[in-house]
């Protein structure tokens, strides 16, 4: 049986990656994203897929209505929802130092990167509970989270407490939804071109190229973290839940 893919912020970048990657795994795909529909759907079409697999909701991912919107229409289409992906994330409007940092750049960070996802999380996790086994388990959840779960960047708190925040909802909805049949996964990505990175392009590229940051030393792709998604939500790990992946170019690792 076809399994159906949520995947929140995925019009583009590391998004999109995982949608095309979990579409070509043979699942439907249903997006969450603030783009223009118009804008989404010449994109989808330009990536190869096809109307009868795939459903674009535009909304917000903070507002209930969204997500019950999200929620209800991936149902109707296609009667049930196997797979989540917290992928849409937001970074500060504005870098600032730590002790500069806004109450409003805190509170927008926050309630994206956190709230949404914990509240869709909720959502999509009782309707897996709802559904028979499709499978080896009635759900897989994956969160996109970030080398800042663990990495100080002092100029853009805000992202790395949301991040960290997102680990430990890992952690938290792995052990809940473990006797529920529904694996919950972290993928960590690292330094990525995407558009979130491209306004740092020269730092990044100093520190890969002349600092040696990276032991694999490029560019993470949106493909890279894709790959790690898809791999997680093989039914061969039904045996694993609340394991993390480091899609980082081996950034986790401590060396001298």
Known sequence: MMKT?????????????????????GCNIAILDLADPADVAKTLAENGFSEDRTLYVKGDLTK????????????EKF??????????GVAPRVRADLLDMSEESFDFVMSVNVKGNLLLTQAVAKQMIAQP??????GVIVNISSCSAYTSSVNRGEYCVSKAGVAMLTKLFADRLASE???????????????????VTEKYDRLICEQGILPIARWGTPEDVAGAVS??????????TGDIINADGGFHIQRL
């Open 181 to 199: 049949g529904i694996n919950v996964f972290e993928v960590r990505p690292g330094i990525i071109a995407t558009d979130m990175t491209s306004k």
């Open 79 to 88: 009667g049930a929802i196997d797979i989540l992906v917290n992928n849409a």
């Open 133 to 138: 086994f499709n499978g080896k388990r009635k």
């Open 64 to 75: 209930v209505e969204s997500r019950d919107e999200l929620i209800a229409k991936t149902k």
């Open 231 to 240: 791999v997680l939500c093989d039914d061969r790990l039904s045996y694993c």
């Open 5 to 25: 893919a949520i995947i929140t912020g995925a019009s583009r970048g590391i998004g999109l990656g995982i949608a095309k990657q979990l579409y070509n795994d």
